[in-house]
């Protein structure tokens, strides 16, 4: 069984800015994209950012892009967002996902394993 333990998240001031980490463990971490995504109460779970096995193909929501950074260390089975130029906006559950196949997807329902999620807040 995958598992994906997201941490780093935290209480920051507008502007400020956290990293956020997600090891990975139960499958062959290399082999799949990964994402994150985001989820505020009352809202959907949005697509904030991915990246592809080898880290040649990355994508970002617009509403973070410029801002938010992902990568992957693939030797320690871990990937990162680095988020910076936060904004009270960026408030929300932030979850690390692994997708379902082979590729590189922006959408939820493409990936099949996901962490416990990790609470962001910025104060405004």
């Known amino acids: 069984q995958v598992q994906l333990v997201e941490s780093g998240g935290g209480l920051v001031q507008t502007g400020g800015s956290l990293r956020l980490s997600c090891a990975a463990s139960g499958r062959t971490f290399s082999n799949y994209a990964m994402g994150w995504f985001r989820q505020a109460p009352g809202k959907e779970r949005d697509f904030v950012a991915a990246?592809?096995?080898?880290?040649?193909?990355?994508y970002y929501g617009h509403s973070v892009k410029g801002r938010f950074t992902i990568s992957r260390d693939n030797a320690k089975n871990t990937v990162f967002l680095q988020m910076n130029s936060l904004k009270a906006e960026d408030t929300a559950v932030y979850y690390c996902?692994?997708?379902?196949?082979?590729?590189?997807?922006?959408?939820?329902?493409?990936?099949?394993?996901w962490g416990q999620g990790t609470q962001v807040t910025v104060s405004s």
């Open positions: 996902a692994q997708q379902a196949t082979i590729g590189i997807s922006t959408t939820a329902r493409n990936y099949d394993y």
């Open positions: 990246i592809s096995r080898s880290g040649g193909n990355i």
